[in-house]
């Protein structure tokens, strides 16, 4: 379970910042009201994968603000993507003249020879995962079940059961 306090120093909260690109979290509780910086109240909650288990404690103006550069870039951005746009539309009205040729069903009969030969050996091979699996294979796991029990058990590639454990128990969970 991850957590995350800090006083709102600058250098801190540009750490935190950098090293949360890209992160998200399944909840987070935010207070926003010492925001110190336009913007900050929007890369703290939009990390948050789902609004439910987002809880808002404060928050002030300048949390939400958008930063005056942002917006001046924003504007050269759009600009710059109007005139693309205008740049390339010949190409636009070339495809609809001429749209390329449909993908033929030869691809996704081999696809589909591929999938039927792999569930000779994995019955499950890419079906969707439920809840329930998801809870028999943690369960079989943690009580000592080894990798080739785990595949056979549940019908699946070892790609797919170690995928599924370190999505659970974390990377290092399966060498």
Known sequence: RASIS???LRLAWAI???TSQGMTLDGA?????KAFVEGMGYVALSRVRDIDNLYLYGINRKALAVSPDALAIDELLDAASQQAAEKYEYLRTEMKRNPPPVSSDKKKSDWRERI???????P?????WTDELDAELK??????MD???????FGRQP???????KKFFGEDVVA
Do not use: W
Not at 147 to 153: H, P, Q, S, V
Not at 159 to 165: D, F, Y
């Open 6 to 8: 800090q006083i709102p």
């Open 16 to 18: 935190t910042v950098h």
């Open 29 to 33: 509780r935010i207070d926003l009201r």
């Open 116 to 122: 039927d030969k792999m569930r000779e050996t994995y």
């Open 124 to 128: 499950n091979a890419f079906r969707p």
């Open 139 to 144: 369960q079989d796991f943690q009580q000592g």
């Open 147 to 153: 990798l080739d029990a785990l595949c056979e058990k």
């Open 159 to 165: 790609g797919s059961i170690i995928a599924r454990l």
